[in-house]
Each structure stands twice: as C-alpha cells, then as structure tokens.
C-alpha cells in the first residue's frame, strides 16, 4: 500500500442509523435478536449433519457449506454493528475495514455459487436419478465446494486490494452500518469511474450468471417431474426443491435489487434497510426454511435429542 495512503485516514465513521436516535435500542434488539437466531439455527444445522450419518447426503453436505457460509456472512457484520448501535464512537480502523469488506464479498459469492452447486444436485437427482450416486460423488461434491470457496477468496482479494490501494485523504464517514464496496469507493481521493464500472459489470456476472444457471437447472427439473406418471412422486419432487427455490429467491431477490438496480433508484433509508434484511434478517430464515418441511432434518433432531435423553439418564 501507498505510503500516503496510510498516513492520510486511519480510521473510518460508520454512520449507519446515526440519524435514527428513538430507534437505537430498538434496533439493537432486533438485530440481537435475528443474530442468535442464526448463530443457533445454522449451529443446530452444522452439529446435526455432521454427527448423524443418515445425513451424509450430497444435498446435506451443501447445505452444511451453507450453513456455514450463513454464520460467517452475518458474523462479519452484526457484532461491530451491535457494538456502535450503543456506542458514540462509531468507527471501525482502516484495515478493518478491509477486512470486513473482503469476508463480505467472500461469504456473499461463495453463497451465490454454492446454491448454484446446489441446483445442479437437484437437477442430476430428480433428472438422472439411475446416475445420482455415481454423478455427485463425494469426490464431485467436494470439487464443487471447494470452486466456490476458490471463486469467493479469489474474487473476494482481489477486490478489496484494488479498492484499499487507492488513495483516502477526505472525508472518512461511511453513510452505511459497514463497508459497503460502493460507500467506500465513494470517498476515495481520485477518480474512480473505472474501478465502479469495473465493479458493476463484476455485480452483474456474479449474480446473473450463477442465477440463470440455476433458472436454467429448475426448467429441466420442472419439465422433468411434470412427466412423473405418479402423482406422488410428482409432490416429493417438487418438496425437495422448494427449499432451495424459497433460499434462492430471498438472497437474489435482495442482491439484485441492492447491486443491480440503477444508482438513481437508491436512497439512503432505503439502502440501509435493506442491507439490514440481506445480512441479518436473511440468514436467519434459511435453517427455518430448511427445517420445517425438511422431515429428515425432524427425524435427526429427534433422535438427537432422544438420545440425549437416555444418556442424561
């Protein structure tokens, strides 16, 4: 990094909802709230698929990436956000807020590729059932986790190093609860068109891209159940699936409304509050999602605690 680079700001001001006093406590403990939720549901997700064999499946191995993913997401936001909803000295340091900003892109994009990961699962068990076994071996499976992570850490350095290079010598006050790619460009000391447009095109390929894919997946799957000659098998299909369709369209539904969208159609409540849906409210959905009409998921948590009981005894 540029020597003037460090000595000009060492700190940024997370703004977030400075402007929003009665609201403070109120949000603190929504977001609390929403945060304990997903520490415990995706927790509950990670220990039950990791210590009962019946699930060590393909799909239960995504979902444990996922549940992961959903921990480290709202974990690289939430705490620091706690923090400054009941504290008057609202900055974070200048590397931190590199940080941050890289393990946001990184959890963020490993998500939009592992549920892409996930619809080809679905696609290869519901269309090529005989296959299944042999297609989405672990070897498979894990090659597949282990691209999105690679595209996460990849995509995920390398924007934040282009970013955290260039010079910031004015204002340091983010208008945002953390550091948002395009809140933060905004106060560099130079021009930076091309690094937006650069980001931009970047916004577009990583969500549309992994997004037609998985529209493109659930065609086959749909033209695919539609031809079941029984009627039940036609509804196991469809639940199988419906999960995973519900997750994708809450994290895309959000992402390209937050990304995608023109610059003119942003405001700055509107930004934030949506912010505060797609890293807080988001991730805590996913394993209630998952779980209710996941029987399964019942079954392990059952005999879980079942056998929880006996020992206690």
Same mark, same amino acid.
């Given at each position: 990094?540029?020597?003037d680079?460090?000595?000009?700001?060492t700190e940024?001001?997370?703004q977030g909802f400075?402007?929003?006093?009665?609201?403070?406590?109120?949000?603190?403990?929504?977001?609390?709230?929403?945060?304990?939720?997903?520490?415990?549901?995706?927790? &509950?997700?990670?220990?039950?698929?990791s210590?009962?064999?019946?699930?060590?499946?393909?799909?239960?191995?995504? *979902?444990?990436n996922?549940?992961?993913?959903?921990?480290?997401?709202?974990?690289?936001?939430?705490p620091? #956000? &706690?923090?400054?909803?009941?504290s008057?000295?609202?900055?974070?340091?200048?590397?931190?807020?590199?940080?941050?900003? /890289?393990?946001?892109?990184?959890?963020?994009?490993?998500?939009? /590729?592992? *549920? /892409?990961? #996930?619809?080809?699962?679905?696609?290869?068990a519901?269309?090529k059932?005989l296959?299944?076994?042999?297609? #989405?071996?672990?070897?498979?499976?894990?090659? *597949?986790?282990?691209a999105?992570?690679?595209?996460g850490?990849?995509v995920?350095?390398?924007?934040?190093?282009?970013?955290?290079?260039?010079?910031? /010598?004015?204002?340091n006050?983010?208008?945002?609860?953390?550091c948002?790619?395009?809140?933060?460009?905004r106060?560099?000391s130079?021009n930076?068109?091309?690094?937006?447009?650069a980001i931009?095109?970047?916004?577009?390929?990583i969500i549309l891209?992994?997004?037609? *894919?998985?529209?493109?997946s659930?065609? &086959?799957?749909?033209?695919?159940?539609?031809?079941?000659?029984?009627?039940?098998?036609?509804?196991?299909?469809?639940?199988?699936c419906?999960?995973h369709? $519900?997750?994708?369209?809450?994290?895309?539904? $959000?992402?390209?409304?937050?990304?995608?969208?023109?610059s003119s159609?942003?405001s700055?409540?509107s930004?934030?509050f949506?912010?505060?849906?797609?890293?807080?409210?988001?991730?805590?959905?996913?394993?209630?999602i998952?779980?209710?009409?996941n029987?399964?998921?019942?079954?392990?948590? #059952?005999?879980?605690?079942?056998?929880?009981?006996?020992?206690?005894?």
């Open positions: 990094m540029k020597e680079n460090q000595s000009c700001l940024f001001v997370l400075s402007d929003f006093k009665t609201m403070q406590e109120l949000l603190f403990c929504l977001v609390l709230m929403f945060y304990s939720m997903t520490l415990m549901g995706n927790s &509950l997700i990670l220990i039950l698929t210590l009962n064999p019946t699930l060590h499946t393909p799909m239960y191995f995504f *979902l444990w996922l549940s992961f993913l959903e921990i480290g997401y709202t974990s690289t936001i939430s620091k #956000m &706690l923090v400054n909803l009941l008057e000295k609202q900055t974070i340091s200048f590397w931190g807020c590199g940080c941050q900003m /890289c393990f946001f892109i990184l959890f963020g994009l490993t998500e939009c /590729c592992l *549920l /892409c990961a #996930m619809a080809y699962d679905r696609y290869v519901i269309c059932p296959q299944y076994p042999y297609i #989405m071996n672990y070897k498979e499976c894990a090659k *597949l986790a282990v999105s992570w690679a595209i850490v990849f995920s350095l390398g924007q934040s190093t282009s970013i955290f290079t260039l010079p910031f /010598c004015g204002s006050r983010i208008s945002h609860f953390f948002d790619i395009k809140h933060v460009l106060l560099a130079t930076t068109y091309k690094d937006e447009l931009s095109i970047l916004a577009v390929l891209v992994p997004l037609l *894919l998985i529209l493109f659930y065609i &086959l799957i749909i033209s695919s159940i539609l031809r079941m000659p029984v009627a039940k098998n036609r509804s196991k299909a469809f639940s199988t419906s999960s369709l $519900t997750v994708v369209f809450i994290f895309y539904g $959000t992402a390209i409304v937050t990304y995608i969208r023109p159609a942003h700055m409540d930004n934030r949506l912010a505060l849906l797609y890293t807080v409210v988001t991730p805590s959905l996913n394993p209630i998952y779980s209710l009409r029987k399964e998921i019942k079954a392990a948590f #059952m005999k879980s605690v079942a056998r929880k009981q006996v020992f206690m005894e």
